[in-house]
């Protein structure tokens, strides 16, 4: 008996997906829906028996998690059982091309993910934890009353002081933190 594997994606909805592995042929009781009833990952594979070579998707491989930690587990627990992946929307794919294409999409958001738990682990949100760091690697450089004089000083233009000083203490840097408006 075959068996198809369904989990909710941005782009690829259920629904959508299942009718993908209805038309390839399967059968209702052979796809498992993750949260449709008591179904998960756990009681696919408890419901795999002798003979079972192929497990359906109808999306990439990111219906095996969010992150690539996830997918490579969940792959691993199944190429332990013998079970080969097949993507029926290309049943020629290869399985380093299915790996390929789902860490490539689980990469674009991975940088936005990073960020947010920066941020957390900071104890602000967003932005503002950003802007924490990057004061706090301008103030390990040099001390913050320093590089207002030496922006005070009146030989000296806003493209001197960003020169003297060097990276991370750009012209627009200087202006907005240490000119005369800053806060």
């Known amino acids: 008996m075959e068996k198809a594997w369904v989990r909710k994606l941005w782009?690829?909805?259920?629904?959508a997906q299942i009718k993908l592995l209805?038309?390839?042929?399967?059968?209702?009781?052979?796809?498992?829906?993750?949260?449709r009833g008591a179904e998960d990952f756990?009681?696919?594979?408890?419901?795999?028996?002798?003979?079972?070579?192929?497990?359906?998707i109808a999306a990439d491989l990111r219906v095996f998690g969010d992150?690539?930690?996830?997918?490579?587990?969940?792959?691993?627990?199944?190429?332990?059982?013998?079970l080969r992946v097949l993507d029926v929307r290309d049943e020629n794919a290869k399985?380093?091309?299915?790996?390929?294409?789902?860490?490539?999409?689980?990469s674009k958001y991975a940088r936005f993910r990073g960020r947010v738990g920066k941020a957390k682990q900071i104890?602000?949100?967003g932005g503002?934890?950003?802007a924490v760091a990057a004061k706090a690697k301008r103030d390990a450089l040099m001390h913050e009353e320093i590089v207002r004089?030496?922006?005070a000083h009146p030989k000296l233009t806003w493209e001197d002081c960003a020169d003297i000083l060097g990276p991370p203490f750009t012209i627009s840097t200087l202006r907005r933190h240490y000119g005369p408006k800053a806060k």
Do not use: N
Not at 95 to 106: K, M, P, T, Y
């Open 11 to 15: 782009g690829h909805p259920v629904e």
């Open 22 to 35: 209805k038309d390839y042929g399967l059968k209702d009781r052979e796809i498992y829906v993750e949260g």
């Open 42 to 56: 756990a009681g696919l594979l408890r419901s795999l028996r002798p003979g079972d070579d192929i497990l359906h």
């Open 67 to 82: 992150s690539r930690k996830e997918i490579l587990g969940k792959t691993d627990q199944l190429e332990m059982r013998g």
């Open 95 to 106: 399985f380093s091309a299915l790996l390929d294409r789902a860490l490539g999409e689980v």
């Open 123 to 125: 104890g602000r949100k």
């Open 128 to 130: 503002e934890g950003k």
């Open 149 to 151: 004089r030496l922006v």
